[in-house]
T-cell receptor, first 110, second 114 residues
Framework: AQRVTQPEKLLSVFKGAPVELKCNYSYSGSPELFWYVQYSRQRLQLLLRHISRESIKGFTADLNKGETSFHLKKPFAQEEDSAMYYCALRFTGGGNKLTFGTGTQLKVEL | SAVISQKPSRDICQRGTSLTIQCQVDSQVTMMFWYRQQPGQSLTLIATANQGSEATYESGFVIDKFPISRPNLTFSTLTVSNMSPEDSSIYLC???????????FGEGSWLTVV
């Protein structure tokens, strides 16, 4: 069965410091990977997806099939990045169902 | 994108009662889903709501406990039956929309069972 692992429950960084939120997955096929973000008192929203290969709000994530990872990175953290981040996987034939990791709370300190 | 509205946003329920959560989407969507997020935990898929047929439940979830309706392509309900404190969770409606079957989420319904 597919699984998504986010090893850090909480990550604290200072403003301006680089950010890396880790995500590893286990799935034997070709998955589709996503990062979702939930700001305080807001709904869960899509941040980025690996097939788009885009940068959103300065965040990027590269799918590394060899390491089965999809880490989320940003070179310079901003205070407004403080939020809960979830890595999610969608697998072929899964009917658009998402499997989520347990989430990482990012706290950007001044 | 899709705009999803859920009702109620929050409720406190008595043990043994049932509560129905409504999900309304601003456009027709083929696929709707119900997720649960228990306190301090990640999201877990309860079921896929199928229009015109019975919902497809994930392992560990059954129709008697979580009956789902999907009368049309813009609306679904999830009922949490015979509630116990363990059912205290956020219940989220989600849909697959454009572009590329992006999964969108409602704001969630926060249920507390006392």
């Amino acid at each position: 069965a597919q699984r998504v692992t986010q090893p850090e429950k909480l990550l604290s960084v200072f403003k301006g410091a680089p950010v890396e939120l880790k995500c590893n997955y286990s799935y034997s096929g070709s998955p589709e990977l996503f990062w979702y973000v939930q700001y305080s008192r807001q709904r869960l929203q899509l941040l980025l997806r690996h097939i788009s290969r885009e940068s959103i709000k300065g965040f990027t994530a590269d799918l590394n099939k060899g390491e089965t990872s999809f880490h989320l990175k940003k070179p310079f953290a901003q205070e407004e990045d403080s939020a809960m981040y979830y890595c999610a996987l969608r697998f072929t034939g899964g009917g658009n169902k998402l499997t989520f990791g347990t989430g990482t709370q990012l706290k950007v300190e001044l | 994108s899709a705009v999803i509205s859920q009702k109620p946003s929050r409720d406190i329920c008595q043990r043994g009662t049932s509560l129905t959560i409504q999900c309304q989407v601003d456009s027709q969507v083929t696929m709707m889903f119900w997720y649960r997020q228990q306190p301090g935990q990640s999201l877990t898929l309860i079921a896929t709501a199928n229009q015109g047929s019975e919902a497809t439940y994930e392992s560990g979830f059954v129709i008697d406990k979580f009956p789902i309706s999907r009368p049309n392509l813009t609306f679904s309900t999830l009922t949490v039956s015979n509630m116990s404190p363990e059912d205290s969770s956020i219940y989220l409606c989600s849909v697959a929309g454009t572009p590329g079957n992006t999964i969108y989420f409602g704001e969630g319904s926060w249920l507390t069972v006392v």
